[in-house]
């Protein structure tokens, strides 16, 4: 074993079928008494329950969340808060509501709750992004991290299961990366190897499970606390190639966030496999598979999810630029960065190439 160093962030997590009913116990606990619930136009519903179960406690509800935190949503959230005198904000959603209950936290003293809906783990991360003129700007400052954060797995029963699968793959992506990280420690193996275990077992389920079965129950549980765990090793350790491929592709060629994991991840971890043989190991392990990269894209592949970035809408005269994007910044990989084969990697991620 290697000597390490581990930095546990604080929140409070309540975990369970039914823990959005504790709520208001929680917003007493961090003591605050009037909180602005946040959501997308999309989940107004699950807005407007939030609200009712705070009763008196709620100032508010602001249902402009958007895609990678526009500034001047972000501007008129925070004024909103302002104006109705709220002392907290509860973020009900994914990985773009709780960045508008961050970029909040960003620049007032108001402390976060963030219910999550999705697999994408921003709940558990210093990090914030927010865009500004077309160009996202990414990172990290302690105030952003949510106080507390209850996974209710009822609430992402109504996550449309391509949804859920493609989320699902964007959480084994952490927790892939975290097994070959600069920095990772044995405790967050232990994190990756369960959290992504329970996407292996969950996501065939929440594809295929009959409605309203137990086992499809079971399965949101599963992934939800699959979910927890990915998020917390992407909190703890510096994530490599396949993050910075994926940011790239999203943020340069407006691809979706989750399919973009999805499917660049088994040509990330096939790129990485002869440099991290033990991070393939405990991922093939994890889903009961002979080799990561062929395990992970049978996973995408058997569940619905896309494999290629063609069928994302990327154009294969994006891919020269997007390896150009790729290439310019260098940043720790367990393999160093090869332009033939990084390349090649974008290529076969373009195909859906299973990979060799
Ligand atoms: P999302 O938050 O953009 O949600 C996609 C859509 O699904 C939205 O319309 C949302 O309202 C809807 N939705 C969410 N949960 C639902 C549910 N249970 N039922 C029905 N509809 C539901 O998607 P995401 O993948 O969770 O988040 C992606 C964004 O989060 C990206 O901008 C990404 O950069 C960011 N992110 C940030 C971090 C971080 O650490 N800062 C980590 C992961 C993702």
């Known amino acids: 074993m290697k000597d390490f160093l581990y930095i546990g962030r604080p929140a409070r997590v309540l975990f369970g079928a039914g823990s959005l009913q504790h709520l208001q116990r929680e917003i007493d606990t961090i003591g605050a008494s009037r909180a602005l619930v946040l959501c997308t136009p999309q989940q107004r519903e699950a807005g407007e329950q939030v609200a009712a179960i705070l009763g008196a406690r709620c100032a508010g509800l602001f249902d402009q969340a958007a895609m990678h935190v526009p500034i001047e949503t972000a501007r008129e959230a925070r004024e909103t808060a302002r104006r109705l005198g709220a002392d907290c904000a509860v973020a009900i959603g994914g990985g773009s509501t709780i960045g508008l209950g961050k970029a909040i936290a960003l620049e007032s003293p108001l402390p976060i709750l963030a219910i999550p809906t999705t697999y994408a783990g921003s709940e558990m991360t210093t990090v914030f992004g927010i865009t500004e003129g077309g160009v996202k700007k990414t990172g990290r400052d302690e105030r952003v991290l949510p106080r507390t954060v209850i996974y209710d797995p009822e609430l992402s029963a109504g996550l449309p299961r391509a949804m859920s699968v493609a989320s699902g793959m964007n959480a084994i992506a952490h927790a892939a990366e975290g097994f070959y990280s600069v920095n990772t420690n044995p405790i967050i193996d232990l994190l990756a190897e369960e ?144 332009r033939a084969a990084i390349r090649q990697l974008l290529q076969d991620a373009f195909e859906g190439t299973r990979p060799a």
């Not at 992407?234 to 979706?256: E, I, N, R």
């Not at 002869?274 to 395990?295: F, K, N, T, Y």
């Not at 894209?297 to 990327?314: H, Y």
């Open 195 to 338: 959290g992504i275990a329970a996407f292996g077992r969950a996501l065939p389920v929440i594809a295929h499970g009959e409605a309203g079965s137990e086992a499809l129950r079971q399965a949101r549980y599963d992934a939800l606390y699959g979910a927890w765990l990915c998020g917390t090793v992407l909190a703890t350790v510096d994530m490599a190639l396949h993050h910075k491929l994926c940011h790239t592709l999203g943020g340069s060629f407006g691809l979706p966030h989750a399919e973009t994991h999805t499917v660049v991840l088994p040509q990330a971890l096939a790129y990485n496999a002869p440099a991290a043989p033990e991070a393939m190991r405990r991922v093939a392990r994890a889903l009961g598979g002979a080799s990561a990269p062929r395990a992970v894209f049978d996973l995408a592949q058997a569940n619905g999810a896309p494999t290629s970035l063609r069928e994302l809408g990327l154009k294969a005269s994006d891919l020269d630029r997007a390896c150009d994007l790729a290439m310019s910044n260098q940043y720790p990989n367990p393999r160093p960065l090869e």
